[in-house]
């Protein structure tokens, strides 16, 4: 730590309890009070060296109508530093020994100033020598650190002294400087300097001898700093061109430090904040949400979702919410599951997790993603041409999955209102899941979970679902499920019958032309630029391949009629709806027997699965 050294003499006051007293031989003649401290001294030193004390002085000695006690006693109450840095004056003004240190120069430099100790009562007063080691102390970021700590017991003096601004341009020239350049030293985390031979200038390495210095070496520093300092010195680092990156890094380790940021693991019980201040946290949430960069994507999302953990907790403004749901929701895709789950701790609680804010979050990111969408393209984009857009469409798969990882898991709260799923559920367009097989699994744990629900309102929720857009292994689930509106049973069927035409359809296209190259290729045998039969045998194994696909297909259709026959026997004939679209397999080869379906208490145990 820097250090000045200011008179020569050796120290002649003593205290007697809370009386300082002079051990000079000389009687005192004036006794001044600082607080509950009284100092007995000599007029001559003090005034010598104070334009204030000499006015004071000169006016208790113009006072003739006091009483001769009264006229020598001065009080003080109001010195910067209070009696702690007054005896330190009185000693400078004795000519004591006296240091002068980056915790001490603070409070001495304002008391000199209320005290008028300029130029003018001697040279190398005590302002100029305080102003002078000030200079010093700028040059390191240890003490500048020190001084700028001390700086806010002193407010709004430090302010007008412009020792604060100094401090503050001090400390952001050096963070915004190449950490390659800079010594260990300046950061204070080594206490003695390398032994390797290096040139310092303005304790800036020149040689680049050292190991360099990582970008966050200045976070945990300035993380010490009073909030309005902090927020001060952010400001300036971003002013003279700091980058997102490290000012971001510097303000989540400040919130770290400082916030009681509440994560996944966080018990729903130990979610208050009795045993704190929850206005004093309030107000540092808020204000280190207003400081975060608008950058997208320099924050990490799991870092942004504790803060809107916390500020849920700490009931922060709207604003501060809504400034956070934003950001979240436009890098969504980033998030995890767990880190969703955000406990409600509202003051009237009906579900288990805060559904409200993840809608509005979901919400955000598909307004974002459609400005996006609009500022690249002017034409009208359909969803045809979204899919098969494959970069543009992975952000959105990715918040689909999330979305109907969330509803799974959300699903089994019995307190979880139809509309509020399904608002949630229908947020996510159509084009935007590859396959329903995730929000078909939510959708059915809803189901299990509220089993008091109407035929009608099964269908409205069934609704969201897209069946064409099933795996075999959802629809094999779908059309066993007694948890299913019979409408949408047969729907689930209907469209596995499409599918399965489609693929027979394909199959026999594909056989054709098969049959058509090997007759071709039969032709060209004699000749020497026919195919190889060696290709010719691997595209009939190909064609036997698909041969057995279809027999398959067609095991699976047989199955798939049976379990229709055994619903239409324990809910109502169905032979109507069966007339009307025809719902008959015909199969290539009837003398193969059907496989038997899985029960429905097989399919009860793969009901995780979808």
């Not at 190259?517 to 698909?546: A, H, R, W, Y």
Request: proline share 3%.
């Amino acid at each position: 730590m820097a250090c000045m050294k200011l008179g020569s003499k050796a120290d002649v006051f003593y205290l007697d309890g809370k009386t300082w007293v002079c051990s000079t031989g000389l009687p005192s003649d004036i006794h001044v009070e600082v607080g509950e401290t009284s100092f007995h001294l000599h007029k001559f030193p003090l005034l010598s060296r104070s334009r204030l004390l000499e006015r004071l002085i000169q006016e208790l000695s113009e006072n003739v109508n006091c009483e001769v006690e009264a006229k020598s006693v001065l009080q003080l109450h109001d010195l910067p530093g209070g009696a702690k840095s007054f005896l330190l004056i009185v000693k400078f003004c004795y000519s004591i020994r006296v240091e002068l240190t980056a915790v001490n120069v603070v409070s001495l430099r304002c008391a000199s100033e209320y005290l008028q100790m300029t130029e003018d009562y001697g040279e190398g007063n005590l302002i100029a020598s305080t102003e002078s080691f000030l200079n010093d102390v700028f040059e390191s970021w240890v003490d500048s650190i020190k001084v700028l700590e001390t700086c806010e017991e002193f407010l709004p003096l430090t302010e007008e002294l412009h020792i604060v601004c100094r401090c503050i341009d001090s400390l952001a020239a050096k963070a915004c400087t190449d950490p390659s350049l800079l010594s260990w030293s300046v950061s204070g985390r080594c206490a003695t300097q390398s032994q390797v031979d290096t040139s310092l200038w303005n304790r800036i390495n020149l040689t680049s001898k050292q190991d360099p210095m990582m970008d966050d070496w200045w976070h945990e520093d300035v993380a010490s700093l009073q909030l309005s300092l902090f927020k001060r010195l952010i400001l300036v680092v971003g002013s003279k061109g700091m980058s997102p990156e490290r000012i971001a890094g510097s303000i989540m380790f400040y919130a770290k430090r400082h916030l009681p940021l509440h994560g996944r693991k966080s018990s729903f019980q130990n979610c208050t904040l009795s045993n704190m201040s929850d206005a004093n946290h309030r107000t540092l949430l808020e204000e280190i949400v207003e400081l975060l960069p608008n950058q997208k994507g320099i924050i990490p999302t799991k870092f942004l979702l504790k803060l809107l953990r916390t500020s849920i907790i700490l009931h922060t403004s709207p604003s501060c919410r809504e400034n956070l749901e934003r950001r979240i929701g436009a890098q969504l895709d980033q998030a995890v599951l767990e880190d969703l789950l955000i406990p409600n701790t509202g003051y009237s609680v009906e579900t288990l997790y805060d559904i409200d804010s993840i809608q509005r979050i979901v919400g955000h990111f598909m307004s974002m993603d459609q400005e996006e969408t609009d500022s690249t393209s002017n034409s009208f984009i359909d969803e045809d041409q979204f899919a098969r857009d494959s970069y543009s469409l992975t952000p959105m798969t990715m918040v689909a999955n999330l979305v109907d990882s969330y509803l799974a898991e959300v699903a089994p709260d019995v307190n979880l209102k139809l509309t509020e799923f399904l608002s949630l559920a229908a947020i996510i367009p159509n084009y935007a899941r590859s396959l329903h097989d995730g929000i078909y699994r939510a959708i059915d744990i809803y189901l299990k979970a509220h089993p008091w629900l109407t035929d009608s309102e099964r269908e409205q929720l069934c609704r969201v679902m897209n069946f064409q857009k099933f795996s075999v292994e959802a629809s094999t689930h779908a059309a066993q499920n007694e948890r299913l509106p019979l409408r949408i049973i047969i729907q689930v069927l209907f469209f596995e019958q499409l599918r399965l035409r489609t693929s027979v359809a394909g199959c026999f296209y594909v056989s054709d032309n098969l049959e058509d190259s090997q007759n071709l290729c039969g032709k060209m045998v004699p000749t020497n630029d026919c195919i190889p039969m060696s290709s010719v045998q691997d595209e009939i194994l190909t064609f036997d391949d698909m041969r057995e696909r279809v027999a398959e297909l067609e095991k699976e259709c047989k199955n798939v009629k049976e379990e229709m026959e055994k619903l239409v026997k324990t809910k109502g004939s169905c032979s109507n709806f069966f007339r009307k679209f025809s719902l008959k397999f015909k199969a290539r080869s009837s003398d193969q027997e059907p496989e038997n379906a899985p029960s429905n208490g097989e399919a009860d145990c793969q009901e995780n699965k979808y």
